[in-house]
């Protein structure tokens, strides 16, 4: 069974700090891993994903890595922003016997001081 | 291009009643899964579809049960509500099964009293 664990669960910075959020996953045989951002009480929207051949993706002021064989993803925010502050969620899409799914993690709730 | 929709946004019910929540993908999306969320269990994967064939499906009861059309849309029904119950629903889509990017809805509130 598939389990995603995400360190640390909740952080505070200062604006403008870059800052790195963890996730690591037991099971190595997986699609990929997508990042996401959840605000309070909204879908989650898709930041990153990286697919299992892959080791990293960038967009803008974010780049996440992918380790399969260790089984760890970073997401690495740079010069933070409060905007930024939401809820992070990592999951890994896991190939089953039939179809597939994602697992979340528990995710990292991150504010951003002005 | 509009994103994934889903109807209701909200939604409070009673114990025992019946509830049916919908979902529209991304247009030229056919993969639509759905996902309960809760602060006790996060979120927790309840179906897979594709090309209207249920392709997986999570560990809920059988209360849960869902279908999807040829026009891709997908619904979920939960009957005989429980308090437990209370979450939110959230609906995601893909171009493909497998290794595509996933794209999710803003979720539908559902509240069992």
């Known amino acids: 069974k598939q389990e995603v664990t995400q360190i640390p669960a909740a952080l505070s910075v200062p604006e403008g700090e870059n800052l790195v959020l963890n996730c690591s996953f037991t099971?190595?045989?997986?699609?990929?891993l997508q990042w996401f951002r959840q605000d309070p009480g909204k879908g989650l929207t898709s930041l990153l994903l990286?697919?299992?051949?892959?080791r990293e993706q960038t967009s803008g002021r974010l780049n996440a890595s992918l380790d399969k064989s260790s089984g760890r993803s970073t997401l690495y925010i740079a010069a933070s922003q409060p905007g930024d502050s939401a809820t992070y969620l990592c999951?890994?899409?896991?190939?089953?016997?039939?179809?597939?799914?994602?697992?979340f993690g528990e995710g990292t709730q991150l504010t951003v001081n002005p | 291009k509009a994103g994934v929709t889903q109807t209701p946004r909200y939604l409070i019910k009673t114990r025992g009643q019946q509830v049916t929540l919908s979902c529209s993908p991304i247009?030229?999306?056919?993969?639509v899964s759905w996902y309960q969320q809760t602060p006790g269990q996060g979120l927790q994967f309840l179906f897979e579809y594709f090309s209207e064939t249920q392709r997986n499906k999570g560990n809920f009861p059988g209360r849960f049960s869902g279908r999807q059309f040829s026009n891709s849309r997908s619904e979920m029904n939960v009957s005989t509500l429980e308090l437990g119950d209370s979450a939110l629903y959230l609906c995601?889509?893909?171009?493909?099964?497998?290794?595509?990017?996933?794209?999710f809805g803003p979720g539908t509130r559902l509240t069992v009293l």
């Open positions: 990286i697919q299992s051949s892959q």
């Open positions: 099971d190595s045989a997986i699609y990929n």
């Open positions: 247009s030229g999306h056919r993969s």
């Open positions: 995601a889509s893909s171009r493909l099964a497998g290794a595509n990017e996933q794209f």
């Open positions: 999951a890994v899409r896991r190939r089953e016997t039939s179809g597939s799914r994602l697992t």
